[in-house]
Nanobody
Framework: QVQLVESGGGLVQAGGSLRLSCVGS????????MGWFRQAPGKEREFVAV????????KSTDSVKGRFSISRDNAKNTVYLQMNSLKPEDTAVYYC????????????????WGQGTLVTVSS
């Protein structure tokens, strides 16, 4: 079965940086778009960013533009979320997501999810 495993979460101070990683188990990893979502305490899960199968196209939500960057290394079956200039409102469980679509849009529904990694940003 397809499995996504996130890592890299932790406690950081506001203004700091953190890089999340997500490793996929599927042989055809490069044929799928990937993404990141997050869910803050007491809030609904929200879209953060997506990346096309070859990494050529990325999209992100307005609240993280200029601060977060999504990337991937298909040779390692890994997608990353580089988070800079972190704010307390970025505190959330971050979930890696896999799409059937090679070029997912911000409206597409992921097919598989990781279990999440907690990012806590202190004031």
């Amino acid at each position: 079965q397809v499995q996504l495993v996130e890592s890299g979460g932790g406690l950081v101070q506001a203004g700091g940086s953190l890089r999340l990683s997500c490793v996929g188990s599927e042989r055809t990893f490069s044929s799928h778009g990937m993404g990141w979502f997050r869910q803050a305490p007491g809030k609904e899960r929200e879209f953060v960013a997506v990346i096309s199968g070859n990494g050529g196209v990325t999209k992100s939500t307005d609240s993280v533009k200029g601060r977060f960057s999504i990337s991937r290394d298909n040779a390692k079956n890994t997608v990353y979320l580089q988070m800079n200039s972190l704010k307390p409102e970025d505190t959330a469980v971050y979930y890696c997501a896999g799409y059937s679509n090679y070029y997912p849009s911000v409206y597409d529904r992921p097919e598989v999810w990781g279990q999440g990694t907690l990012v806590t940003v202190s004031s």
